[in-house]
DNA sequence: CTGTTAGCGCGTTCAT
DNA sequence: ATGAACGCGCTAACAG
């Protein structure tokens, strides 16, 4: 009769054979010569263990090196919770949303939570394919970014208990918790500081035109010269630019231009990014000024240094995670709107007075 | 007799009562009024299934908005497999990192995988306990970047089955795939590249002396001198500087030396810019020359630009998912060195030559 | 092509 | 203080 698998055994009694099942509770209970409930009690911390069975189930838990299933275990447990949330991001690698992530994972593990992050590149349909992904998972909570114009597509998972928090920009079409910068009066601060510096033809540079957070950007910026009895120009406008390239390729075409701008405001950091490149390229970095939504790392070292309305994606996460969390122990209160402020932070871009 | 929540259905039938059970396959298969099992086959496309039944069960998941549950489904299945992943980083905040993890986001999500993201912070015993963690969610693979001298800890989780595969630096105690890169030679290189540019003295800073990257970049650097009949100095040889203020310091303390180096040489991507300020803050960052290991965004946008030894990160993520994807798809090969090659990349602090 | 039965690993409920 | 039975949502192995 051949030897099973489970009678090769090492100098701890630990499975050695290749194909070597994992060990479970009942594994452990047999080896401790308890129930299997008993091993769970051990497991979840319940109260009420004698210190001698106590003992021996954590040391059957040690030899046969178990670990227990989340699965299995919120599959029977009466919430049906899973320990996990979901992250939901623009994109992982901008340094923007990856402090937002960092945020969130600092106040998820200590609770023994942990996180998918995903990116959906602004993408409607992704931002619907990877909140159907989680709710697969059946994620307890979901932070996202919205990239759709309406995230009603979540209100039935709301609905089944699933929490839902939005950063960056609100949701619509939802009930939902929102963390959320002051995007507009930012912009006009941002704005309203290159006007004071003398400026007077400042071009816009956005991203996407139908994201919400673009739009207010924008309006911040159309307050800020109206205020000031400045005419929008049109052709300083310009929007959809998706990428450090694009808005490198439309900062050339504006300075191109008979009549150009004498300062740029740009409304996401990648943009920031494309125009110092087109700037640079042509020696301008320091005769053209510069403002831009959302700060990035070095943007101090740059020179001149890049003077940026900061938002703080350490704090957005934080709050949302908060926010998030507290729904998870039970907060049934109306949903909120959280704001987090921008700051202006001059550095010298922005403080270039224009020419004469 | 009180109405039951299951009663309360909307328009598309869809529950509204707030505690609302999420359908199972079960309630699909009932209002579809075929069994459970066909569900089960519609839902995970297998073949042999007619039209009509199709239709209707599909009718059946959309009306009640059914979404399968990926953790019942992987406690039942054969395989044990739950299509997730853990990537266990240094600090996904850190660029060089959530390059990484979005290399690996990109082979994982068109598969249906979906990843856990954490950050250990280098901390050793934060690599076992989120190691644990992983391991207690049954992920398939597990990615990490080691923080232990030693992954032995490791081992009976691969004996279960879960593949695991190293990042950055090579495991010890371990029988698993590792992706590395030339940090020795790379090194190397970087300061043989000061030393044609007529340096002599060049400080060395490191990261946490443990770290086997970070001896093998001091190999480098000391072969490197060696090869060219340049005594090591002590003196100039800094290293266990975690972090960005570390290095700054550490750089304020060498410039104060009675006999400055010439040049300096970071072992880091955080450190090479902690140098960066402390060049700056004292007007040096054009007189002392400067190689950093690691790229990072804007190293070309600074003055000078910062001569760099480039990693790939983004392809050594790729390389390590798919080595991962590869042992979960059944590849038994004995396990591997993948070594993603660095390059030099002059940009100017590089070719600062020593004064006089 | 379709359905029936069994049970994955675990927490709950209720008995002892 | 401890245990037996049951079933969470789903798929595997078989039967028809």
Redesign the pocket.
């Known amino acids: 009769m051949p030897a099973f698998a489970e009678d090769h055994v090492g100098p701890l009694g630990s499975p050695i054979s290749s194909g070597a099942?994992?060990?479970?509770?009942?594994?452990?209970?047999k080896r401790a010569?308890?129930?299997?409930?008993?091993?769970?009690?051990v497991?979840?911390k319940?109260?009420?263990?004698?210190p001698?069975?106590?003992e021996s189930v954590r040391r059957a838990i040690e030899e046969l090196g178990?670990?227990?299933?989340?699965?299995?275990?919120?599959?029977?447990?009466?919430?049906?919770k899973t320990a996990t949330v979901g992250l939901l991001l623009e994109d992982i690698a901008n340094p923007h949303f990856s402090a937002v992530q960092r945020a969130v994972e600092d106040l998820a593990l200590p609770r023994g939570i942990m996180v998918f992050a995903v990116s959906h590149d602004s993408d409607p349909r992704r931002e619907i394919a990877l909140a159907r992904a989680l709710i697969t998972r059946r994620v307890d909570g979901l932070i996202l970014v919205p990239a759709n114009e309406d995230q009603s597509h979540l209100a039935a998972e709301m609905q089944a208990g699933t929490a839902v928090v939005c950063v960056d920009r609100r949701c619509t079409g939802l009930d939902a918790d929102c963390v959320v910068t002051t995007d507009e009066t930012g912009s006009a601060e941002g704005v309203r500081h290159l006007i004071d510096v003398g400026h007077r033809r400042i071009a816009f540079l956005g991203p996407r035109s139908v994201l919400p957070t673009c739009r207010q950007r924008y309006r911040g910026y159309r307050n800020a010269l109206e205020t000031h009895g400045i005419r929008i120009d049109p052709e300083l406008v310009l929007v959809d630019l998706n990428s450090t390239a694009a808005a490198d390729g439309a900062v050339s075409a504006l300075l191109a231009h008979p009549c150009p701008p004498t300062a740029l405001f740009t409304a996401q950091n990648l943009l920031t990014i494309g125009a110092i490149r087109a700037l640079r390229r042509r020696g301008l970095e320091g005769s053209v000024a510069l403002v831009g939504f959302d700060d990035f790392p070095l943007a101090d070292l740059l020179s001149p240094g890049v003077t940026v309305v900061a938002q703080d994606p350490t704090a957005s996460g934080r709050t949302a995670a908060e926010v998030l969390f507290g729904r998870l122990s039970g907060d049934t209160s109306p949903a909120r709107v959280h704001v987090v402020p921008t700051n202006l932070v001059r550095r010298g871009s922005g403080e270039i007075p224009p020419p004469g």
Do not use: C, I, Q, Y
């Not at 010569?33 to 009690?41: D, E, I, N, P, Q």
């Not at 178990?66 to 049906?80: E, I, K, Q, T, Y």
């Open positions: 099942r994992r060990p479970t509770m009942r594994d452990v209970a010569g308890v129930s299997l409930k008993s091993v769970s009690r497991v979840n319940e109260p009420g263990v004698s001698s069975l106590l178990f670990h227990p299933n989340v699965g299995a275990s919120s599959l029977r447990r009466a919430d049906g």
